[in-house]
Nanobody, 125 residues
Framework: QVQLQESGGGSVQAGGSLRLSCAAS????????IGWSRQAPGKEREGVAG????????YYADSVKGRFTLSQDNTKTKLYLQMDGLEAEDTGIYYC??????????????????WGQGTQVHRLL
């Protein structure tokens, strides 16, 4: 059974930084897509960034390009999202998600098969 657990959320000043972590367990796939989505109050869940482990190729939403960066540990069991230059629009609950099929997973979060419980990101004045 695949399990995902996020950590690293918190409150930051405008322009500040956070690094989110996603720990994965129960993996049985040689390759898969894993990434981050977020949801702000009253808004739909949107894809933020993702990576395909088979090639290492990554995807970033236009709104976060140049500010957010994905990385993995050497075992491919932990995914990080380094967030710099945080803006008001970046607040919300961030979810780690994984899918072995990689069918537009990063661009369409509804296609992810497995989800974590989320970690909250707040922006301070």
């Amino acid at each position: 059974q695949v399990q995902l657990q996020e950590s690293g959320g918190g409150s930051v000043q405008a322009g500040g930084s956070l690094r989110l972590s996603c720990a994965a367990s129960g993996l049985t796939y040689s390759t898969f897509c894993i990434g981050w989505s977020r949801q702000a109050p009253g808004k739909e869940r949107e894809g933020v960034a993702g990576i395909y482990t088979g090639s290492g190729s990554s995807y970033y939403a236009d709104s976060v390009k140049g500010r957010f960066t994905l990385s993995q540990d050497n075992t491919k069991t932990k995914l990080y999202l380094q967030m710099d230059g945080l803006e008001a629009e970046d607040t919300g609950i961030y979810y780690c998600a994984l899918d072995p099929r990689c069918i537009r997973t990063a661009r369409d979060p509804s296609t992810y098969r497995y989800w974590g419980q989320g970690t909250q990101v707040h922006r301070l004045l």
